[in-house]
């Protein structure tokens, strides 16, 4: 119990508001609580470092697109986890969804410099933006879907499709 106590004293003393998760690891792991508090400060910082370095140059940018699961289904989402669409009217490597189509259905973009997976391609829109596509199909989110896991366009008139690898 007294090391718990210098452990929480410590913890205040830094202004570290630690969860009783942490409590345990420190008592678990550290031989002495000033060696766990300083290891968690060290810790937090070199990943604090190591984010910031990883953002500034581009190593967090991702795939455009991803798999994801719900309900033991796999589907398609971008790098929001927001869900990816295929509509049955267009051809392989060309989008049919231009206009109103496209304000409800934006088309999921991505510039030449991005690093595709496999299956997934590049395709050319009539205005010169590049589209995502998987297997040639043209992937879209849908307006409707206002957060991740949302699935609001799955089957809308019948040509609207949840993405699928």
Sequence with gaps: MRVSKRIKKSFERQGINPTPQLYLLCLRCC???IEGIEMFKTNTLTAAVAAAVL????AFAGAPAVTGQFDNVTYLMNAEKMTLYTF???EK?????YGDCATKWPPLTADDSVELSKGYSLIERTDGTKQVAYKGQPLYLWFKDQKPGDMTGDGVKDVWHVAKP
């Design 31 to 33: 031989r002495s609580q």
């Design 55 to 58: 953002a500034a140059t581009g």
């Design 88 to 90: 049955d009217k267009d």
């Design 93 to 97: 490597d060309k989008s049919n969804c």
